[in-house]
C-alpha cells in the first residue's frame, strides 16, 4: 500500500518561512515523480512543485519560482519543500502527491497524479 505522509505546516508570518516533508513508503521512491500541490478555498488543486527522483528533474509554476525549493532524500524516501518569503496568497493546504509520470505532469490537472497524502495547513498570516 502506497502512504504519502506530510508534516511540517502550521502558521506564519507574511515574508517567513516553512518546511515541509513528505515521507512516501510502499513504492519504488526511485521510479516516481513527487510533488506538492495545493488547495485554497473555493480554487482548484494546483501543482507547486515537483520533482523526478530519477533524474531529479523538477517543475515549478511561476507563482513560486525562486521562493520554492523541492529537494529529495532518496535514502529517506522523503520529499522537502522549502518555502520561503511566503505570501498570504500562499495559504492553502498542501498536499503530497506521486506519479509514475514525467515531472511536467505537475503542470497538468491534478488528477494526473496517482498517490495522494492527506495535506497539511499553511497560514500566512498579514
Known amino acids: 500500500e502506497v502512504q504519502l505522509v506530510e508534516s511540517g505546516g502550521g502558521l506564519v508570518q507574511v515574508g517567513g518561512s516553512l518546511r515541509l516533508s513528505c515521507a512516501a513508503s510502499?513504492?519504488?521512491?526511485?521510479?516516481?515523480?513527487i510533488g506538492w500541490f495545493r488547495q485554497a478555498p473555493g480554487k482548484e488543486r494546483e501543482g507547486v512543485s515537483c520533482?523526478?527522483?530519477?533524474?531529479?528533474?523538477?517543475y515549478y509554476p511561476n507563482s513560486v519560482k525562486g521562493r520554492f525549493t523541492i529537494s529529495s532524500d532518496n535514502a529517506q524516501n522523503t520529499v522537502y519543500l522549502q518555502m520561503n518569503d511566503l505570501q498570504p496568497e500562499d495559504t492553502a493546504v498542501y498536499y503530497c502527491?506521486?506519479?509514475?509520470?514525467?515531472?511536467?505532469?505537475?503542470?497538468?490537472?491534478?488528477?494526473?497524479?496517482?498517490?495522494w497524502g492527506k495535506g497539511t495547513l499553511v497560514t500566512v498570516s498579514s
Open positions: 520533482i523526478s527522483n530519477g533524474d531529479g528533474d523538477t
Open positions: 510502499g513504492l519504488f521512491f526511485d521510479d516516481y515523480t
Open positions: 502527491a506521486a506519479t509514475i509520470s514525467p515531472v511536467y505532469y505537475c503542470s497538468g490537472p491534478a488528477h494526473n497524479m496517482d498517490y
